[in-house]
C-alpha cells in the first residue's frame, strides 16, 4: 500500500514501512523501519533546514507482461498505479511493484534501486530474489542486519566517503570500510558524476561497495534504513544542499590561515619557548605551535606534568605576546592509575566492553576511552580542560585518538551510552569534537577550532580541522593524501590538513627524505590548514625515564624549518611568506566555505563541471576558485604535466605563461617550485 501523509510518501508493506520526505531544498530523505516505531536518531541529520511542500502525484501504468500482449491474451492485461514526490530539482518514483527511482527536473534518472526478485523486471520471472531493501532481524536481538541496494551505472563516478589510504579519487569500483581507523575517516557521503549527491545516514559499522554490476550500502547492526538524497546542476550546489543538512564550518580563526608549528614532541616548557624564539628572532611566521601528547603525569589526568611544564600561565602568555596561538594535545584514554579514572568508572562515563578485559590500550600505560556519546563524560572532560588548560589563556585543542583507535578493532565487543559500537561508532569523532565546541562556545569563544584525528558526516559544524593520522614519510603516502584530502572536502569536511613530511619514517640527515619534506612542505602551503609534523627518526637515545613511577615519552628529532640544511631552509622559508601573501585570498575562500559549504581545496569538477576531462583529473586540484594546484609527487621531477580546464586561460604563477583552457601542458618544476597557475581575471601573486 502506498498513501502520503504528514508531507511524506509512504510504503506500507506487511510490518515495515518506508517514508520518503522533503529535507531541504532539492532533497529527499528515505527511511524505513520493520519495527512498530521509526527509530528516532536523526544521527547526522540533525540541523534544522527549509520547510518544502512536495508535489504528490500517481500515474495509472499498463503492468502487462509484454508476452501476453495482444488481443488472444486480453483476459491477463492489467494496470497499476506509480506515485511520485517531487521536492525542487528531484523527483523520488515508487512504481506500482514499490521499487524506488530517483530523476533530476529534466526527468533524467540519477540512480534506482536493485531489484533482482520474482516479477520484479516487466513482470517476468526472476528467481534470484534479491531485493533492494532487506532488514533481516538478528537472532535474538531488537537490532537489523541492513543491505540497500542500488543499480551500478558504467558511466558514473563517485568521489567523497571521507579519508582512505589508497591512491584513487573516484571511488568507483572501490569496497570501502565503514569504520574509523587511525587514518581512515568514514564520512558516508558521495557526490555522483550523475548529478546527485547521497549520505548514508548510518554510524552502524558496515561497507559501501561501488562495484560493476551494483552498489551496495551495508550495516552489520542498526535499527533502520536511513538515507539522504540531493540533486544539483553542480558539484557546488550538491554540497551546498548536503551541509545545510547537517551543518557548515564554522568562521575559520585568524590562526588557522598561517602557519603551525609541530613535533613529535616537545618534551619542555623551555623547548617550545626555544622554538617560538627562535621562529620569531629570524622573522618567520607562525600563528600555532603544538603542545603534543604525553605532556601529562598520567593519561586521563588532562593537565601539564609540573616538573616539565612548571609555569604554563607564563608560557602561554609569551607565546601570545609573540602572536602563536597554543595548541595542546587531549587524548581520550583514561589510565587506570590517573586521578581520574575511578570517579569516571563509578558514574558510568567509560566505554564498557561486552566480554573479557575492559583494557583498550596498553600502549604508555593500562588505559580505557571516555564515552564521549555521554553528555555527563562529555562535560566532565571539558570541565577538566577548562580548569587545566583553557583558564591559562589555551583555547585550541588537539583532540588526538578520536576514532578511537582500540587496539584491536573489535567493534563487536565495545558499548556506548548511545548504543553498541556496532551500531554508533562512527559517532565518537563527532561527539567528541561537540563536547569541546560546547565548552568553548559556553565561555564565550566565537571562533571555535579543534584538531581532531577522525571525523564524521557533520563534524565540520563543530569547528573540526581533521588532519589524516599517522602516514608514512614517502611520496607514495604523499599522493594519497591528496586523495584523501580531496575526499574528505567533498564529504564536507573542509578543513583539513596532513603531517607535512609524513609522520613516520623520515630521517632528517637523510637526501630522499629532504626532498620529500621540501615537496610536501610546498603542497602544504596550499591545503586549507598548513600544518608541520612528525616522529622525524631515530628517535632521541634517552635512558627510560620515570616521574613518580610513571614511564615518560622521548621524542623525535627536530623538525624546524632550519632543520634540513640551509638551501632548503630558504625554500621553505619562502613559502611561509607565499602562504602569508595569500592570506587575504584564503579568508574569503574560508569565509565562501563557511556560508555555502563549498570546500577550500576541491577537485576540478566543482569549478568546471561541464569539462569531462576535469572528471578525470586526479592529481591537481583548485584551491578556491582562482588557483590551480598542481603538486610535485614523484622522487627526482623537475617537470610536470598539467591539464588545465577549459572555458578560462591560465597564467603559469612561476613564468607567467600564458595558456588557453582545454589542454595538458608539461612546465618546470625544480625544486624550488610547485606549479600553480592562475585563472584569468584574478589578480594574485605567488612567486
Known amino acids: ?73 486480453s483476459h491477463y492485461h492489467s494496470t497499476g498505479t506509480d506515485h511520485y514526490i517531487t521536492n525542487g530539482k528531484i523527483t523520488a518514483k515508487v512504481d506500482y511493484e514499490d521499487r524506488i527511482s530517483f530523476y533530476n527536473q529534466r526527468g533524467e534518472l540519477l540512480t534506482e534501486e536493485y531489484w533482482r526478485d520474482r516479477n520484479r523486471i516487466n513482470r ?71 548529478g546527485y549527491g547521497f549520505l548514508w ?38 554540497e551546498r544542499n548536503y551541509t545545510a543538512a547537517v551543518g557548515r564550518a564554522p568562521r575559520m580563526p585568524e590562526y588557522g590561515l598561517g602557519y603551525w608549528q609541530c613535533k613529535l614532541r616537545y618534551r619542555t616548557q623551555d623547548e617550545i619557548l ?43 602568555k609569551e607565546l601570545k605576546e609573540l602572536g602563536i596561538e597554543t595548541v595542546v594535545s587531549v587524548w581520550p584514554t583514561i589510565d587506570e592509575k590517573s586521578e581520574n579514572f575511578w570517579e569516571m568508572a563509578d ?47 589555551i583555547r585550541t585543542f588537539w583532540l588526538d585518538e578520536a576514532e578511537p583507535e582500540y587496539g584491536p578493532y573489535d567493534f563487536d565487543n565495545y558499548r556506548y551510552y548511545a548504543g553498541t559500537a556496532l551500531q554508533c561508532t562512527n559517532i565518537y569523532p563527532l561527539m567528541y569534537a561537540k563536547g569541546f565546541y560546547d565548552g568553548l562556545k559556553a565561555e564565550g569563544e566565537q571562533d571555535v577550532l579543534s584538531l581532531v584525528r577522525c571525523a564524521w558526516a557533520g563534524s565540520q559544524k563543530y569547528g573540526v580541522l581533521t588532519w589524516s593520522g599517522d602516514i608514512h614519510s614517502s611520496f607514495r603516502a ?51 590548514v598548513f600544518r608541520m609534523h612528525g616522529e622525524r627518526s631515530p628517535w632521541y637515545e634517552r635512558e627510560q625515564e620515570f616521574i613518580d613511577g610513571v614511564r615518560q615519552l622521548t621524542s623525535g628529532q627536530d623538525n624546524e624549518v632550519w632543520s634540513f640544511g640551509e638551501d632548503n631552509y630558504e625554500i621553505l622559508k619562502k613559502y611561509l611568506f607565499i602562504r602569508e601573501k595569500l592570506r587575504p585570498y584564503i579568508r574569503k575562500a574560508m569565509d565562501i566555505c563557511s556560508e555555502t559549504g563549498l570546500p577550500v581545496m576541491r577537485p576540478l569538477f566543482f569549478d568546471f563541471s561541464g569539462d569531462k576531462t576535469a572528471w578525470n583529473t ?67 601573486s605567488i612567486y
Open 1 to 73: 500500500m502506498i498513501y502520503t501523509e504528514n508531507n511524506r510518501l509512504i510504503i506500507s508493506n506487511g510490518n515495515s514501512r518506508v517514508w520518503i520526505e522533503p529535507w531541504g531544498e532539492d532533497s529527499l530523505r528515505v527511511r524505513m523501519t520493520a519495527a512498530p516505531e521509526m527509530d528516532k536518531h536523526d544521527w547526522a541529520l540533525c540541523e534544522p533546514v527549509k520547510w518544502c511542500v512536495p508535489t504528490f502525484r500517481e500515474e495509472t501504468v499498463d503492468t502487462t507482461d509484454p508476452w501476453y500482449r495482444g488481443e488472444e491474451y
Open 347 to 393: 558514574k558510568g562515563y567509560l566505554v564498557s566492553a561486552d566480554r573479557g578485559n575492559g583494557l583498550h590500550m596498553t600502549w604508555m600505560g593500562n588505559t580505557v576511552f571516555y564515552d564521549a556519546t555521554h553528555p555527563g563524560a562529555q562535560k566532565f572532560v571539558w570541565e577538566k580542560c577548562r580548569e587545566n588548560y583553557y583558564t591559562k589563556g
Open 124 to 194: 517476468y520471472c526472476v528467481p534470484l530474489r534479491v531485493v533492494a531493501r532487506e532488514l533481516k532481524c538478528r537472532q535474538g536481538g531488537t537490532d537489523y542486519e541492513l543491505t540497500a541496494r542500488f543499480e551500478a551505472f558504467d558511466d558514473e563516478k563517485i568521489f567523497g566517503m571521507g579519508q582512505y589510504q589508497e591512491k584513487h579519487l573516484d571511488k568507483k569500483g572501490a569496497v570501502l570500510e565503514l569504520a574509523h581507523r587511525n587514518s581512515q575517516a568514514s564520512v558516508p557521503f558521495m557526490i555522483s558524476s550523475r
Open 274 to 316: 626555544a622554538v617560538a624564539r627562535e621562529h620569531k628572532r629570524r622573522g618567520l611566521p607562525m600563528d600555532a605551535i603544538v603542545v603534543d601528547f604525553f605532556h601529562w603525569t598520567r593519561q586521563g589526568d588532562f593537565r601539564f606534568e609540573p616538573r616539565d611544564w612548571p609555569d604554563p600561565d607564563a608560557m602561554v
Open 201 to 238: 545516514n548510518n554510524p552502524a559499522i558496515g561497507t559501501a561497495t561501488f562495484g560493476t554490476n551494483k552498489t551496495e550500502w551495508y550495516a552489520k547492526s542498526t535499527q533502520k534504513l536511513d538515507y539522504f538524497i540531493t540533486a544539483g546542476d553542480t558539484p557546488a550546489d550538491i
Open 478 to 528: 604523499m599522493r594519497e593524501q591528496l586523495q584523501a584530502g580531496l575526499n574528505m572536502c567533498v564529504a564536507g569536511i573542509p578543513w583539513w590538513t596532513s603531517d607535512i613530511g609524513g609522520f613516520l619514517g623520515g630521517d632528517i640527515s637523510d637526501e630522499s627524505f629532504r626532498e620529500l619534506l621540501v615537496r610536501w612542505f610546498q603542497w602544504g602551503a596550499f591545503c586549507p
Open 618 to 684: 586526479e592529481d591537481e586540484y583548485m584551491f578556491g576558485s582562482d588557483i590551480l594546484v598542481a603538486p610535485v609527487m614523484e622522487q627526482g621531477a623537475r617537470e610536470r604535466t598539467v591539464y588545465l580546464p577549459e572555458g578560462t586561460r591560465w597564467t603559469d604563477a612561476y613564468t607567467n605563461t600564458v595558456y588557453d583552457g582545454g589542454q595538458t601542458v608539461t612546465v618546470p618544476a625544480p625544486i624550488d617550485i610547485i606549479p600553480v597557475f592562475i585563472r584569468e581575471g584574478a589578480d594574485i
